[in-house]
């Protein structure tokens, strides 16, 4: 055996090496032993993913742009609430399929042209592991620096305190004797970008998440369930703290907002559009997760009325907290690691101490469970899809982890004041991805896949397209994402006309309203085959492909079935490429 055949990942014997570019176990439909997401699953993973310091400062933008508390409230729910149905939407075919985002974009862009979409998807998925890990970094500093003072100079010693009654009482529990004379003065050169101490925190964060990488998707949901037990726990306690200590909710709950009219209408718009473009992401790979649902009505109602709740409940908590830190500091802080950060000055007690420890570390479960989530899986499903032949979910996921630490996070972050600002404005690119797999799916082929299809590349397969590329889906993708170059421009500095910046600034909507309507017109000129004239969730592998040459529909064929037509229904085996 070879070193190539070493390399190999699992994957059905006897396949050719066209087929194993198609191919392996983690893209083949997920068995029913790995169906294990049940509704709580889904309920555990939101509750989950809304604890992470994005979601807690992302109304601090809102206010700051002159709205009050609870206009900056309303455009949360009514972003998050609007946000969720198009997760819903994606998510169903992985759930009646059970296929991740790779194979379901194959659907629309071809074979091979999904490896584009696939591609871009798993890029920012690296990037952004990167810089969630960079944000980790930072609690565990916080988390650090409330055990061992010390660690925020770089100038003085880090040392091991003895286990004992108070390990945050070092008064009675540190014997001298037991100090490791090691000094944190910093090694690493200015063109790092970073310090000793920024980075050994960056580090561990790094370090403690690669266990969570291990584990398969149907396993992992575990970490949620733990995630969404510990850090509304910290994120409550640390909200009642703050009123406690500001003897009140602040001064931000009374502040009136300073924009009217259009101004204010328009503000509304930005930071509603700001909450759907920060799900954007999860929107586009929510078949990853659904593909483990137990059934599809688990991956439906529970994120349909989750998504909005969770999110809109942890901003409230952003918004009192950061309005008592107003109270307690004479400024507000809306980065919760910040603030936790500001407690620790002085000569705070223990018990300070200790609910700033226990605090940070909820976040650094919230910080570890968000990557994971939303980039460790999401990278792992699409390398797996590039590279098949060699990668699997797990391998793809430290692949990840590897570039996220590779890329020097902190020195993009750095460099560029703007450069979350295009992180997010990536949203635009994934929305005319999702508006072109929405609509071939709900309105174009109506719910009727061709499983055997996914993974042959034979030419009169329905995915297949012009040489394995589907023309109407990358017409429709570039119209979508041309509609808001103009207005991203304004967004990166230069001047462009108002109305360039009005629909950038529903950049969403325009880019998947735009490519689905595109992609809809081009299958109406120019059909496909499989086209649908009513809904139904139902696998046609079985149905004979020379039904489909001359481009008949779905239905068509259906009838001219017959009673046969019956036996055209969801197969509840795993469907593997001959």
């Not at 950061?322 to 620790?344: H, K, M, N, V």
């Not at 910080?367 to 899986?377: D, E, H, M, V």
Request: proline share 5%.
């Amino acid at each position: 055996m070879g070193l190539l055949e070493k390399l190999e990942v699992s994957h059905a014997k006897g396949l050719s090496y066209k087929q194993m570019m198609l191919t392996n176990d983690d893209l083949t439909p997920v068995p029913p032993e790995k169906r294990t997401w049940r509704a709580v699953n889904f309920i555990s993973f939101w509750i989950a993913d809304s604890f992470n310091v994005n979601t807690w400062m992302i109304v601090s933008s809102m206010v700051q742009l002159g709205l009050s508390w609870w206009q900056a409230w309303i455009c949360v729910w009514l972003g998050y609430g609007i946000v969720s149905p198009f997760i819903a939407a994606n998510a169903r075919p992985g759930a009646i399929f059970h296929v991740t985002f790779p194979v379901v974009a194959r659907t629309s862009f071809g074979l091979y042209g999904s490896l584009w979409c696939t591609f871009n998807r798993g890029a920012m998925a690296c990037v952004w592991y990167g810089v969630q890990a960079s944000i980790g970094g930072s609690c565990v500093k916080v988390m650090l620096r409330a055990m061992w003072p010390s660690v925020n100079d770089i100038r003085e010693s880090l040392f091991t305190p003895t286990l004992g009654r108070n390990m945050f009482d070092f008064s009675r529990n540190v014997d001298p004797n037991l100090l490791v004379s090691m000094r944190l003065a910093n090694h690493l050169p200015e063109s790092s970008g970073t310090n000793t101490r920024d980075f050994m925190c960056f580090f561990l964060f790094w370090l403690i998440s690669l266990p969570a990488i291990w584990f398969p998707i149907h396993q992992i949901r575990h970490l949620f369930t733990l995630k969404s037990i510990v850090t509304p726990i910290a994120g409550i306690t640390f909200f009642i703290w703050c009123v406690v200590k500001a003897k009140g909710v602040g001064p931000i709950v009374s502040r009136p907002s300073t924009v009217h009219g259009s101004e204010l209408g328009w503000s509304m718009v930005t930071s509603l559009m700001s909450c759907i473009s920060n799900m954007a992401t999860l929107v586009t790979n929510a078949p990853d997760f659904a593909s483990r649902a137990k059934s599809p009505s688990a991956a439906l109602w529970p994120q349909l009325f989750a998504v909005p709740i969770a999110f809109s409940l942890v901003s409230f908590i952003g918004i009192i907290v950061s309005s008592s830190s107003e109270t307690i500091y004479g400024e507000a802080i809306w980065s919760p690691i910040d603030l936790l950060d500001r407690f620790l000055d002085g000569s705070p007690s223990s018990a300070t101490r200790f609910g700033v420890w226990f605090i940070s570390f909820g976040f650094i479960i919230a910080q570890l469970g968000t990557n994971i989530s939303a980039n460790s899986i999401s990278a792992g499903c699409d390398l797996t899809a590039l590279f098949p032949r060699f990668m699997n979910i797990r391998r793809g996921g430290y692949v990840a982890a590897i570039v996220g630490i590779c890329m020097l996070p902190w020195n993009l972050l750095k460099s560029s004041n703007n450069f979350t600002s295009y992180l997010s404005a990536y949203s635009v690119f994934l929305s005319s991805i999702a508006g072109v797999m929405i609509t071939e799916y709900y309105v174009i082929r109506r719910g009727h896949y061709r499983v055997t299809d996914l993974y042959d590349a034979r030419k009169d397969g329905w995915y297949f397209y012009t040489y394995g590329v589907n023309f109407r889906a990358y017409a429709a993708y570039i119209a979508g994402i041309l509609i808001n170059v103009v207005g991203f421009a304004g967004a990166t500095g230069r001047n462009v006309p108002l109305a360039a910046t009005r629909i950038y600034q529903m950049s969403f909507f325009t880019g998947f309203g735009v490519s689905a309507v595109i992609y809809y017109i081009l299958n109406r000129a120019f059909p496909v085959p499989g086209l649908a004239t009513k809904f139904e969730e139902l696998d046609v592998s079985n149905a004979p492909s020379e039904h489909y040459n001359d481009n008949s529909s779905v239905s068509d064929v259906e009838s001219s079935k017959g009673d046969k037509g019956n036996n055209l229904k969801v197969s509840e085996e795993v469907v593997y490429a001959t």
